[in-house]
């Protein structure tokens, strides 16, 4: 038996790949550790996406080899997209670095392990385009929240992207194990449930008879005692249909909150990135989903700077962030990823993307502001988070806010009256620093 710590880097999707390499440790009779310090092996599972995110993964790899010359630490895996994508490099340039796993090879972690716990090296890099094997999680999220993974990799071809490179083809999991992966976590105790994958809306497409069944999912996910929010991310807009939008709009526990990524409005530069659809179906299918959801909240993501976006291309962003004033906006600047094919493509420099993208940040905090003023008055439905002991208050979210991405709201009361993970009824009454400021109110 080892001491075996873990270090989760990156999206959603990653989490619950280090949730599942954890529980597979603790079968194997190893310990899983929350602190490095003081294990025999620390497992950091990377992302290596953009540039930012392969800096955070270099500087957590830095610091824990700088742990491990100090005799704090054994050894050190790296596993997930950086290893994937930077192989060769990290075992030139980071010789404290004693085993690599692919994103094809989380499976192998209790062999690395062992391996690594004998004084060897392991490195292992099998198919990325490998089926998915089923296995149980140690979930590292609060107990009232848990990610649910339907699929795993990408078939669409964004020219900015290298995600296909790293985890492969698009390929659905059997609904069956997600449901019962799904009755699991809601037996545990959790009430909001967030579907992930690279696409959730083509979950299905790859199985027998090849149809959408994402809305068909939910519906069953919705028959789950115990869920009270089921929310759904990364849905592509080109796979967007009625099933679906009717699918959300009359079943109740999924929150009427869509994270629908668009990177960009002007026509030209989605043909340019291997975007389908234009910028005429985006507003369309927005207007849609306005009129057919109530209440809808939209999240996007949008990137300046992309080949072939000049003065006017961006301005054409900003109007369209304007009138349709989209609830929640990501503005990010252009990251060129080697590998691309939008690297040798022509496109603004550094600077300017970035600039860009702080002018978007500014019309959405104008948008955002107006957004928090209208909720002044109303009594909304709130997900107690926690407390937050320098402000000695506690908060939550609303339907409209995912986990930490979205505002929160903080809440008036009493200890005995809120307790975290429990669902209350508050009056919304002010704002701070981009935040819902509220009171309890007690339900008749």
Known sequence: MANIGFISLGCAKNQVD???????????????CPDPVGCDVVVINTCGFIDSAKA?????????????????VGR????????????????????????LLGTGSYTEIVPAIEELLQGNHYFDFGSIDAPEQETGRILTTPEHYAFIKIAEGCDNKCAYCVIPSLRGKFR??????????????????????????????????????GKRLLPQLLRELCKIDGFHWIRIHYVYPDEVDMDLIETIANEPKVVKYLDIPIQHCNSKILSLMNRRGNGEYIRELFATLREKIPGLVIRTSVITGLPGEGEEEF??????????????????????????EAFNM????????????????????????DYNAAMIGKTVEVLVEGYDEE?????????ADSPDIDGRVWIAGSEESIR????????????IEGDLTGYIVEEE
């Open 18 to 32: 280090c949730e599942r390499m954890m529980y597979r440790v603790r079968e194997a009779g190893h310990n899983v």
């Open 56 to 72: 955070e993964a270099i500087d957590y790899i830095l610091a824990t080899a700088g742990l491990k010359a100090e005799g704090q």
């Open 76 to 99: 050190i895996l790296v596993t997930g997209c950086l290893s994937q994508r930077y192989q060769a490099e990290i075992l030139k340039e980071m010789p404290e670095v004693d085993g």
């Open 172 to 209: 659905s999991r059997q609904m069956d194990d997600i449901l019962y992966e799904a009755r699991l976590l809601a037996d545990s105790g959790v009430k909001e449930l967030i579907v992930v994958a690279q696409d959730t809306s083509r979950y299905g497409t790859d199985l027998a008879g």
């Open 315 to 340: 301005e054409e962003l900003c109007k369209f962030l304007k009138e349709l004033r989209l609830e929640r906006v990501g503005a990010f600047a252009f990251s060129p990823q080697e590998g691309s």
């Open 346 to 369: 022509e496109y603004v420099d550094e600077e300017t993307a970035q600039k860009r993208a702080e002018i978007l940040e500014m019309i959405q905090s104008e948008i955002m502001d």
């Open 391 to 399: 402000f000695e208050q506690y908060f939550g979210r609303t339907y």
């Open 420 to 431: 975290e993970g429990e669902f209350i009824q508050v009056c919304i009454d002010g704002l």
